[in-house]
T-cell receptor
């Protein structure tokens, strides 16, 4: 039971380069999310997806692009990386059962933009 | 917008009980989560409250009062492994496909012997 995985786990890139962070879940959950976590800000929602081919902006979407061609994958692309995008990125998926709701997080990708 | 407040740090003794408070101001409230996050790791789900009252899960309980914009996480019989950050998060939006989740900055709990 792999759950939710992210790759790469660590990435160093340079300003201006395009970077894609991958997220894969094995549960077939409809909803998936991308967050970034920075000291002093906590976790902030970048984008989310309610289903394949349906995506929407979160709190901090600028500079990011997402796609969801398959239910199990939700890649996040930084089109032209900036130093302010140095962060830890978490992917998550959502499970619902009646009134109960749970979000499961992937292990995170630590991105450093030089 | 949303405003979520929780204490930055707390210290408690092993075996004791600790209560971590979270207050929020939001429109379209649709649930409150608590997560535990150990340093360098991903958040892990603890609880979800959408109705007023207390939800108990083993040593952890979570309470919600929607009218007061207030929640707390109660940890009993504290263990050293409970040293972690505890994140309060508020969901709003109930329309089809609409989903926004805002996290507080977290409370760093240190459990001491």
């Amino acid at each position: 039971d792999a759950g939710i995985t992210q790759s790469p786990r660590y990435k160093i890139t340079e300003t201006g380069r395009q970077v894609t962070l991958m997220c894969h879940q094995t549960w077939s959950h409809s909803y998936m999310f991308w967050y970034r976590q920075d000291l002093g800000h906590g976790l902030r929602l970048i984008y989310y997806s309610a289903a394949a081919d349906i995506t929407d902006k979160g709190e901090v979407p600028d500079g990011y692009v997402v796609s969801r061609s398959k239910t199990e994958n939700f890649p996040l692309t930084l089109e032209s990386a900036t130093r302010s995008q140095t962060s830890v990125y978490f992917c998550a998926s959502r499970r619902t059962s009646g009134r109960q709701e749970t979000q499961y997080f992937g292990p995170g990708t630590r991105l450093l933009v030089l | 917008g949303q405003n979520i407040d929780q204490p930055t740090e707390m210290t408690a003794t092993e075996g004791a009980i600790v209560q971590i408070n979270c207050t929020y101001q939001t429109s379209g409230f649709n649930g409150l989560f608590w997560y535990q996050q150990h340093a360098g790791e991903a958040p892990t789900f603890l609880s979800y409250n959408v109705l007023d009252g207390l939800e108990e899960k083993g040593r952890f309980s979570s309470f919600l009062s929607r009218s007061k914009g207030y929640s707390y996480l109660l940890l009993k019989e504290l263990q050293m492994k409970d040293s972690a950050s505890y994140l309060c998060a508020v969901r709003r939006g109930s329309g089809a496909g609409s989903y926004q989740l805002t996290f507080g900055k977290g409370t760093k709990l240190s459990v001491i012997p």
